[in-house]
């Protein structure tokens, strides 16, 4: 195979490497994960390097709904493409040092040079069982979230006075102090010889 393709594939982007058949990396790039930018990308590799469906190999490792839009774009274009297992690509490397989008774009390229011939290219009923992916994705998804909906619809609101019995306690005594000061019973009770020594400051305690 001529060119192959590395794509390390994430929520938000999509990382690219651009390899020969020697083992040159031609080219790196991240791009957004929309058909947008994918589309723009293949035509710019198409006319800077010759990326075709001829002499091109795009491999990338199955990520789940991630990979959805890349896969159908590649498949929409006819572009061979090959689902590598992560553990063959992990076998095939060994122990390597250094982790990051670019690099695993690289490694995903260089396995793909190595071992195109054992590549399994996905084939035109591949897009149909993309979109059948997709669909039982989003039904999952909504399921989920109904359930977690009617539940909180179903789940009663205790009574006012279940909400806080500790916080009605401890409020007790405090409330029945301010109600013996509201009425001055603290006030006649505090006014003795010790805090109202004077005749005029007993007078003014008495006071109603």
């Known amino acids: 195979m001529d060119l192959c393709i590395g794509i390390d594939v994430s929520k938000a982007h999509l990382d690219l490497a651009l390899m020969n058949a020697s083992g040159a990396v031609l080219g790196t790039e991240r ?3 929309e058909s947008k930018a994918i589309r723009a990308l293949l035509k710019r590799w198409h006319k800077q390097f010759g990326v075709t469906k001829a002499n091109a190999l795009f ?3 199955p990520t789940g709904h991630y990979g959805y839009l890349l896969v159908e774009e590649l498949m929409r274009a006819g572009l061979p493409t090959w689902l590598a297992h992560p553990l063959d690509i992990k076998h095939s490397i060994g122990s390597t040092r250094g982790k990051n989008d670019r690099i695993d774009a690289q490694r995903i390229a260089d396995y793909a040079r190595r071992h195109h011939d054992k590549a399994r290219l996905l084939g035109p009923g591949s897009l149909r069982m993309n979109k059948l992916k997709q669909l039982l994705t989003c039904r999952r998804q909504l399921v989920t979230d109904k359930r977690r909906h009617q539940v909180s619809e179903q ?4 009574p006012c006075g279940q909400i806080a019995p500790s916080f009605v306690r401890s409020s007790e005594p405090r409330a029945d102090r301010t109600d013996r000061h509201a009425t001055g019973e603290d006030r006649s009770r505090n006014c003795g010889p010790h805090p109202c ?3 005029a400051t007993r007078a003014v305690c008495a006071a109603p």
């Open 31 to 33: 791009i957004t994960n």
């Open 59 to 61: 491999c990338l490792e």
């Open 155 to 158: 789940r009663p609101e205790p």
């Open 197 to 199: 020594r004077s005749t």
